[in-house]
C-alpha cells in the first residue's frame, strides 16, 4: 500500500524558536495532503489543508501565520511552526489521500512535539 | 453537515472475548467508511473501508464491519480479541475525492485484560 513518511517523529524546541515537519509521500503523488493535531486522549482535528503549488487552507481557529504550510512538490508538504510556545506542544500527523481505489487516508508516523 | 460519532470512550474485554466498537455517521451523500487503529505515538493505520456492494466487510488482523445504512452505523467487529489489539480505532467517512478530507469520530480506546 501507500505509504507517507513523516519527520521527525520526535523534536524538543526551546520556546521562541522555529520547528519544521516534513511528510512525504513514498510512492505515489499527492496533490493534497492534510495536516492534523492531535491532543492527548482525543481525535484528530485538522488544522489545515495542504495543496501542491497553492496555499493551504487553514481550518477555523488556526493561525496561519504561525503555522506555516508549504507544498512545494507532489511528494512534499511541510509544516513550520513558528515562534513555538510550550501551548504548540501536541502531536501532529500528516496524511494524504489515494487517487484510486477508496480513496483512503494513508498516514505519517506523527511527530510529537515539546516546546521547552 | 459530516459527522461520525463513537459512543464509547473507552471499552475494557477481556483476552478471548469478543469485541464490538459502534459508529454512527451523518453524511449528505453514499460515504466512503473507514475504520482506523492508531497505537500509542504512532500514526493511523487502516483497518478497512466500505463504499458499496456487501456491507459486511473484512479487514485485516480478523476485524470485520458492518454497514447498516438504516441505522447510518458502521460498526466495527472482532469475534476473540488479542492484548496486542489495545490501541484507540477511530471511525472517519469522507467523499470519495482525494482533494477531500475525512471526518472522524472521537475514538474509542480499548483496553485489553488478561
Known amino acids: 500500500g501507500a505509504v507517507v513518511s513523516q519527520h521527525p517523529s520526535r523534536v524538543i524546541c526551546k520556546s521562541g524558536t522555529s520547528v519544521k515537519i516534513e511528510c512525504r509521500s513514498l510512492?505515489?503523488?499527492?496533490?493534497?495532503m492534510f495536516w492534523y493535531r492531535q491532543f492527548p486522549k482525543q481525535s484528530l482535528m485538522l488544522m489545515a489543508t495542504?495543496?501542491?503549488?497553492?496555499?493551504?487552507?487553514?481550518e477555523q481557529g488556526v493561525e496561519k501565520d504561525k503555522f506555516l504550510i508549504n507544498h512545494a512538490s507532489l511528494t512534499l508538504s511541510t509544516l513550520t511552526v513558528t515562534s513555538a510556545h510550550p501551548e504548540d506542544s501536541s502531536f501532529y500527523i500528516c496524511s494524504a489521500r489515494g487517487t484510486g481505489g477508496f480513496f483512503e487516508a494513508f498516514f505519517g508516523q506523527g511527530t510529537r512535539l515539546t516546546v521547552v | 453537515a459530516q459527522s461520525v460519532t463513537q459512543p464509547d470512550i473507552h471499552i475494557t474485554v477481556s483476552e478471548g472475548a469478543s469485541l464490538e466498537l459502534r459508529c454512527n455517521y451523518s453524511y449528505g451523500a453514499t460515504p466512503y467508511l473507514f475504520w482506523y487503529v492508531q497505537s500509542p505515538g504512532q500514526g493511523l493505520q487502516l483497518l478497512l473501508k466500505y463504499f458499496s456492494g456487501d456491507t459486511l466487510v473484512q479487514g485485516i488482523k480478523g476485524f470485520e464491519a458492518e454497514f447498516k445504512r438504516s441505522q447510518s452505523s458502521f460498526n466495527l467487529r472482532k469475534p476473540s480479541v488479542h492484548w496486542s489489539d489495545a490501541a484507540e480505532y477511530f471511525c472517519a467517512v469522507g467523499p470519495p475525492s482525494a482533494a477531500n478530507n475525512l471526518f472522524f469520530g472521537t475514538g474509542t480506546r480499548l483496553t485489553v485484560i488478561p
Open positions: 495542504s495543496n501542491e503549488g497553492s496555499k493551504a487552507t487553514y
Open positions: 510512492d505515489f503523488q499527492a496533490t493534497t
